[in-house]
């Protein structure tokens, strides 16, 4: 058997990839330099190794594929020995190269690749993945009982929900964000096949156009309501507010998630034919936004302080009470935010004449219990919204600090 | 009711969209003058008049949804009007304008907006729209039994072919194309709005990673298999083969198909699973391709002429007999092509473990009878990829000519 790496995929020498490498489109399996400290294009390479993990700060790319995984082998020394390989896998990906660098190229060679070559020629794209640990992980399979924070505790039944058990929940889940969608599913497509055996895939959403700006230099994106939303989301710039809510610190629980943060996903589908024949008035009053600008009602731009005690001439609150903007508001929470890293998705058509389609909503927090459960508790009791949305799926993942060098592996500081 | 205009949306006065509109990167609901001739980036307009329908032979963008609707009234009128409605919206639509004009900005609107909002303030990114009229459209309901073309006969049972009847067929398909998934996906979400109570989603499909260049421009992207494909696909630039396998020409069949051309849509499952433990000698012999390059065997370069007589030292065929491409090729098939315009999908997972991806399929031609057919016919019989994919839906539509000018509308030659 011939091992052939990526850079004679080409045709290229040493001198083609050196004048390849050095232009700002570096390609798939041609990029062998060390990466620029940050995305300056939505080509480029997004640093893997760090304190965080990457895929929860990092400003939001525009699209997803995200994953959850059964872990199907018993032995916990198997499910250790996949992860340091998807940990190599994912290293290499993230920085434009091959998932492995075994028979990715041309020739007689008697092995299924080591990459499944979709991205070949393709730029990083930005691409991170991110891993995170769900609740059942901890059960008695794995000898991890003990290690499981009180901060994953199994979220209660909030109203208004209506859960489908078989895209919920998950041992292992992975977020691939990536400014090229054949990028961030070839990422989830590798993992998936090296964890053949071990692990299956429980569910998978793909999603796009995010809905949320983990970054000041990013614009509020628009939902499939048509709104602006999540104005006030916790932002990479907010270094006080990340520390006190976003990142797991000494002594929040087991030390192993030092560093890291809880994620919360929920699929909620939007009925958006019913919305779509809301008039505008009403549709504005439900979010308590105006729907062009993004302003909260009353105010002039989308980055004005909503004033939930202005009152129109009538008496009545210019924000209505039970309005998403109020419900969801930081002040109505004890100061209590998320970040939110949420995409739109479409998944075809319900069968019975509808799009099927919404948000597929992301959050990180440090702990769920202080934040996403109160206020979606609220949510779910009042905001008028719910006439229109409905909740289908639900996950909770404890995601592990960052991977300090190439020595360091995903689940470490749990499995070591 | 007060009307407001989208310009008023970010409050610009004239001179502000006089500012903004000349900039490469008009917004939607900024756009008031003429579209260039052709797309120049991925941001800008592509025309929608002309003697043919857009998004056929306009390079393929990046992304696609594709709907396909029953028709619910059963009204002649009613559908005609509708398809009236449709063609003022699509016309707007693809030059980066708001669905309608009516409603869609901030103020005490007591109707549901002309539009759906969450494309505002997106550049047109390519958008084109096409559309397409199944056999079904012509049973008794509308008076068009006798206008069915010949070359609109339903499509065989091909060999191993497995078609589940909820996403297959329909009255009427609309395959909208950009490069922004956003932008596709409020286009067909703004029809399907506009036809509520005329017309109900049969099936829905999005679409990333077009598979197939339709211009010499565009490099020949991959498939989930990680190939290259469609090297032979008829292009823009092949003006006599366009006009001899493309175009309906007079004296085909009914004149109101006269410069239109046939579409054909199958969803290809693909078991990603099984391919990627397949060795990469076995996946170059069935595509009858190498993997990296995509030279067909024994060749060097893509573009490359297959050698279908070459044998190995070994007196075997150096392209095997039941290879892809063979089969695929135009010389086994008296030099029949097809104008081939998928794109990769992949829809969450299948509750069995396992990714649900592939490639949804659409191929134009002239007559179906005398491409597509035979052409699956053979390869349904004997490709050796039919161990790795399972055809599951199936489409078959007319789409009529281009449009002329803002008082033409998607159905005149038929209807009127």
Redesign the interface.
Known sequence: MTKINRRR???LGAAGVAAVGTGAYATHALLEGPPPAAAASTSDPVPFYGEHQAGIVTPAQD?L?F?SF?V?TKKRAELVDMLQEWTVAAARMTQGKDAGTF???????????D???????LPPSGLTITIGFGPSLFDGRFGLGAKRPAALADLPKFPAEDLLA??SGGDICVQACAH???IA?HA??NL??IG?GKV???????G??RTSSTSRAQ?TA??????KDGTNNLKLEDAALLRQQLWAAPGDGPAWMDGGSYMVTRKIRMN??TW??????E??QIFGR????GAPLGGKHEFDEPDFAAKGADGTPTIAVDAHVRLAHPSSHGGARLLRRGY?Y????D?L?????GLFFIAYQRDPRKQFVPIQMELGRTDSLNEYIKHVSSGLFACPPGLRDAGDYWGRTLFA
Chains 1, 2 share one sequence.
């Open positions: 995929l080409f045709g699209r594929h994953v059964d199907t028979g990715a190229v041309g020739g007689a060679i008697e092995a299924p690749p990459d499944t070559g979709e991205a070949l020629g078989d895209i090229d969608p054949q599913v989830i497509r998936a096949r053949f299956s895939v429980r569910w998978s959403q793909l796009f156009g614009s628009r939902n499939l309501m048509g709104f958006i034919e779509d024949r809301t008039s505008l008035s549709q504005q105006d729907k062009g600008e739109n479409v998944d075809g058509s069968g004449g509808r799009l099927d389609a």
